[in-house]
């Protein structure tokens, strides 16, 4: 792989992903194989923000390659409560692990880690921006529950609008030939104009449903979502839209034998307890291919560590990006760049408009 | 061992018992032997209210013996504060761990659990229902200090009533022969009656006495209690009772040259610091044994894992348990179902009678 | 090494020292010869107050010797509080660990640990008392970045007067021959007596200034310090010392071409960002020779573990220390003793003067 980091998906071409999903099925069928293929190294944990689940699949994915973990989860109780700026943690944390796995809920802020970091940084969430490791949980999980990531037809249900894994997996699925997307939400939690860019541009077949039961036929992979009460800007509004759509077994029974259902978890009431037990519901085993996702991608990080700091930056714009959560924001220090989309400035922390 | 998981220390026939701490001695007489036991394994352990001390008793239990440790301390910041279902955590943390040690206020949890995890549940405590694992502590204990679990003279001291390792204790030991009781209590902390059924029933001697001072020459083994201030209705009622019975050097010159003195700590003020340099204290020793009889325990649990999940449930009552602790209450989709016992139905889980 | 526990840094010989530092160096040049040197062994981390740098920095140390890791970051989940007194925790977790990190805000505790522990302790900060580890840090930093301890011209810049790292750092540089220190700071945060007694006592040269821009040129090395805003009686007097002492890329213009900045971090504005880059800037390798001082501290302790328990102090002072944060006031089984100095009481514990 060339890059030194995974910040965003795209930084990895598909030849990068074909080889991490090809590694992750090689360890599922042989994990005795890997139980120290990582023995002697250890990986960061930087969780500014709690989500014991990502947290948890990275560790255990570290461990059972035989390495070592550090890191925090409370970042009340860490040295950034004594103001302590994101440069200095990770210059200092990089030089006590090799790679370094950071959940922060500003925008950004794992690209301008990577700036200070000698050791390779994994984007383990960005506030609202990025999220890579679903997606490549999804991807991995695809490949061997399908057989493919071509041709497919992908059902997504729930909240479009926000939806960050949603967003990320249509991105990249769109770069794979012959698939076709079903968005099935209400009117106010449909997909954002660029995604639908993003799809015409590729070249991609999409339509929009607002019934689950009249769209699941069809459907080869279905993807729920959980809409998130924090996404909302009052209860009212989160507790018309909850309970729109709930995948239960009557609608199972009108779904293709071979659909593979998938949600990227917790869920709350979109999926019926009673589907877990249908064959066809795979987000279970999608965690788990998560966590085979996850060892494969250390093990490739570790591979193109060098151990050394980048280059100090060169660059730096007199402008400042609009977005009040965008870590150039938040970290004065942070050189500023923006870069070009269609003539328009977009900054390179955050993949913001400069201006709207 | 047959069992699949340790819920109930009934769970386990004598013959099981006497596996684990005969394998409890091995490994305390021969550490070095089983460094690397549980290589290539990982344990989670899940605690959903804390408890330090039995968390950092499993997890040098398992990375004494080579493996590796997953989980959370710290629910508030867990995926459960997304609303996640038991369920689904074990779902997919049984993906992840080879073998999960679940602590949760709500009784009847870790019977739950084990009907959706891929891998063997210990049972760290289910709210004030069971904790098997300082039972076994405490057998393991007096296996090795008084080279016997038979033919004892056992003071329990303090609360008998709400006392859950106490009554674990009585339980147990009345399977071996021999053994006689001593209960020291005020009458408002005296044993329940199914104990002293059980006792009855057994065919083991007991007693009761409201005076340590009176009763410690004829033990055997002194097993001192803390009274729980969380047990009691108010702060009044429990500072009456708590100090009443005080361990000290002066009580301890009336006691035999060989009692055992035995305590679950932490304590508070039930034994004075005095008494820690008498050489018949060996409750800082018990906690040491704890390590060895959950290293034990982690061994043999491991060989039994399949890996599999267990059949679906086929059973279900419409009759619901009246705990409201009850898991059965709290977790909406788990399946009801009670035992007879005595004409009477139990809950499965929780153990509480459906009709008082 | 002779010592059983390292409670204070002057427990050490210079020999003992240069032993550390010397294994701290070889580790560094050659850290894959030390991957399995504990192998088997388990360190644990009881942090009574959080410190996620030091902690991070111990647990990183014994987790690269291929160790183990147990303990608590958030006193407010352990046992403690269940009322468990620092002797009880110490002889339990010593029946887990081969060795004891401990933090805790209480000034002594660490020595009142080390006559309850079966395993030594190591103080990773006993409230404003002592900080050993820190300046061992310091140590091996010079050592390897100046090449000697001896002859060096040393800058101390800021908080003289409540800097815990800089009196010991001093104390222990003083006992090397033809050290100088230049002590840069206000009035009111100027060195106290007793430190500047132990400077005369060893003949050790220094001066006062109240500019670091004019004090800069002659150093060899210069020792930045945090203001810290809880040592402060009042926001007012803080906000008035901030910000006086700020090293920037101006002020390092004059200074020598071999100059080496230290910090113990974490940095608030002391330092601006600009200075990071600059070659002599060493703080972050600081913290990168901290863990391999802890690595080879923790491989000496090891060595010198005997597995037993101290014998039972016979000592015993009827005298009380008056320092209400001394842990003889926490922790009422302590028994008191005071050493002479000069003629007065200073408590063993927490080294304060009985009488004032």
């Not at 940084?121 to 490549?136: C, E, S, V, Y």
């Not at 077949?205 to 924090?230: C, G, K, N, P």
């Not at 949600?263 to 009673?274: A, Q, S």
Request: hydrophobic share 35%; with cysteine.
């Amino acid at each position: 792989m060339q890059a030194r980091n995974l910040i965003d998906l795209a930084d990895m071409t598909k030849e990068d992903l074909a080889e991490i999903i090809r590694l992750a099925g090689m360890i599922r069928d042989n994990p005795s194989i890997f139980t120290d293929a990582c023995h002697g190294k250890i990986m960061a944990t930087l969780f500014y923000e709690p989500s014991t689940r990502t947290q948890m699949s990275f560790q255990t994915a570290m461990l059972r390659l035989g390495g070592k973990v550090i890191g925090f989860d409370n970042p009340s109780n860490a040295s950034v409560a004594k103001g302590e700026s994101l440069k200095d943690t990770i210059r200092v944390v990089s030089g006590y692990a090799d790679l370094i796995v950071m959940r922060n809920p500003v925008e950004g802020s794992a690209f301008a880690a990577s700036l200070y970091s000698k050791s390779p940084i994994i984007n383990a969430g960005d506030g609202g921006h990025l999220h890579p490791t679903q997606t490549l949980t999804d991807l991995v999980t695809l490949s061997y529950e399908k057989g493919t990531l071509e041709g497919l037809t992908i059902g997504l249900c729930g909240d479009m609008k926000n939806g960050r894994t949603v967003h990320s997996l249509i991105k990249t699925l769109s770069k794979y030939k012959g698939n076709r997307f079903v968005m099935i939400s209400t009117p106010q939690l449909q997909m954002p104009p660029y995604i639908l860019k993003i799809l015409e541009e590729s070249g991609c077949a999409y339509s929009f449903s607002d019934s689950l039961e009249a769209s699941i036929a069809e459907l080869d992979v279905l993807y729920m979502t959980r809409i998130q009460q924090e996404r909302f800007p009052s209860i009212e509004e989160y507790e018309a839209q909850k309970g729109i759509y709930v995948l239960d077994e009557e609608k199972m029974r009108l779904a293709k034998s071979d659909l593979v259902v998938l949600h990227p978890l917790p869920r709350v009431d979109e999926i019926t307890v009673g589907v877990d037990d249908d064959p066809r519901a795979k987000y279970f085993e999608q965690a788990e291919y998560g966590m085979y996702a996850r060892m494969a991608l250390i093990i490739t990080m570790l591979q193109s560590r060098s151990g050394t700091l980048p280059a100090p930056q060169r660059w730096d714009d007199a402008r400042s990006c609009k977005n009040p959560r965008c870590v150039t924001n938040t970290e004065s220090y942070v050189p500023h760049r923006f870069y070009d989309k269609g003539g328009r400035a977009v900054c390179l922390y955050c993949d913001s408009l400069l201006e709207e």
